[in-house]
Every structure is written in structure tokens, then in C-alpha cells.
């Protein structure tokens, strides 16, 4: 089945950077986008950008624009997110998903990783 | 950016209740909206897109509908386990994306 497995928690310092994977199965890797989306303890859902797996481009929301980047690697179907000068307001959990017909409904969604940033 | 305002933000409903959430877009989306479930400690599931068409394995008591700027999502008759937060979505502008707020639905 359609599958996206993340890596696990992370506890970083702010100022420093944090690259989250996202393992993808049972589909054709580079035939859909990939987005990422991040809520932060009791809030509600953000979306950062998304990557397009078959030819590399990126968009991200402007507020991440500089300090966000994602990536993959269609050999081993894996996408990444890399965040960097972390600050406690990126305390939160990340998801990666999939984009079902290039038109922004998501599914699946991987099962998420906290990223706690904390000094 | 187009803004999507989910109301309510909470909900207390009981058993076998019929429940409306509303989700209204800045400006017309057509019939780019989903909706979402999340129960507490995982991820969203996708319940509906495209404003009304159910995604395979949801149950039929969950229903969408509207288009243009106004929106809802229909339980029809609430059971203990759609106890969970439910986000509406635009994406008519993709790649630009927005979450409405969320509606926290309590049983009575």
C-alpha cells in the first residue's frame, strides 16, 4: 500500500539546522508531489512548500523562504526537509505528504516527527 | 493570500446528532476544498476533496458540499469514534495552500 515513513524525533539548539526524511513505498516515486506541512503543539495545520520528486523544483511559503529546502533522492524514493536557523517557534510536528492528483488534496500522510528546539 | 474561516472552532454534539461544520474562502475557490480528520497524536486523514467527493474507505455518513466560497462538512449522524479535529483546505491557488482553523467535535 501507499506508504510514507518519516525518521524519528529530534531535539535541536536554536541556530542550528534539522533534515527530516521521508521514506516513500508503494507508488511510483517521481509521479506525484510531495509537501510538507508542520503544526505546532496545540495548534492547527501550516503548510511550508512542496517538492516535485521527477524534476527537483521547489515551492516554498514565502515565510520560510532562505531557510527551508527540499529535496529527494529517487533512487532510494526518499524525500527530505531541511530547516535551518531553528528557533523555538519551529518547535512543532512536521508531516510529509503526498499530493493525490497534483491539485492539493493529500493523502497519505506520513506519521510525522516532533522537532523540539529548546536550549 | 485566500483566507479560509472554519466555524465553529468547537463542538459538542451527542450520539446520532447530524453535524455541520462550515468553512468560508476570502474569495471564490470553485470546488477546491478538502477536508480532514485528526485524532489526537496522529496524522490527518483525508475525508473528502473536491468540496464533495468521499475518499475511498470513509464512511457515508460524512458528506461535502458547496462551491464558490462556502463549504461544509456533513456527519449525518455523529458516532463516538469521529471524536477528533477536523481542517478544511484550499487549494485553487496551489502552490499556494491554506488550512482553515479547525473544529474540535466533543460527544455530549
Known amino acids: 500500500q501507499v506508504q510514507l515513513v518519516q525518521s524519528g524525533a529530534e531535539v535541536k539548539k536554536p541556530g542550528a539546522s534539522v533534515k527530516v526524511s521521508c521514506k516513500a513505498s508503494?507508488?511510483?516515486?517521481?509521479?506525484?508531489?510531495l509537501h510538507w506541512v508542520r503544526q505546532a503543539p496545540g495548534q492547527g495545520l501550516e503548510w511550508m512548500g512542496r517538492?516535485?520528486?521527477?524534476?527537483?523544483?521547489?515551492n516554498y511559503v514565502q515565510k520560510f523562504q532562505g531557510r527551508v529546502a527540499m529535496t529527494g533522492d529517487t533512487s532510494i524514493t526518499t524525500a527530505y526537509m531541511e530547516l535551518r536557523r531553528l528557533t523555538s517557534d519551529d518547535t512543532a510536528v512536521y508531516y510529509c505528504v503526498r499530493d493525490v492528483a497534483a491539485r492539493g488534496w493529500f493523502d497519505p500522510w506520513g506519521q510525522g516527527t516532533l522537532v523540539t528546539v529548546s536550549s | 493570500d485566500i483566507q479560509m474561516t472554519q466555524s465553529p472552532s468547537s463542538l459538542s454534539a451527542s450520539v446520532g446528532d447530524r453535524v455541520t461544520i462550515t468553512c468560508r474562502a476570502s474569495?471564490?475557490?470553485?470546488?477546491?476544498i478538502n477536508w480532514y480528520q485528526q485524532k489526537p497524536g496522529k496524522a490527518p486523514k483525508l475525508l473528502i476533496y473536491?468540496?464533495?467527493t468521499l475518499q475511498s474507505g470513509v464512511p457515508s455518513r460524512f458528506s461535502g458540499s458547496g462551491s464558490g466560497t462556502d463549504f461544509t462538512l456533513t456527519i449525518s449522524s455523529l458516532q463516538p469514534e469521529d471524536i477528533a479535529t477536523y481542517y478544511c483546505?484550499?487549494?485553487?491557488?496551489?502552490?499556494?495552500?491554506?488550512f482553515g482553523q479547525g473544529t474540535r467535535l466533543e460527544i455530549k
Open positions: 508503494g507508488y511510483m516515486f517521481t509521479d506525484y508531489y
Open positions: 483546505q484550499h487549494s485553487s491557488s496551489t502552490p499556494s495552500i491554506t
Open positions: 473536491a468540496a464533495s
Open positions: 517538492f516535485n520528486p521527477n524534476t527537483g523544483v521547489t
Open positions: 474569495q471564490s475557490i470553485s470546488d477546491y
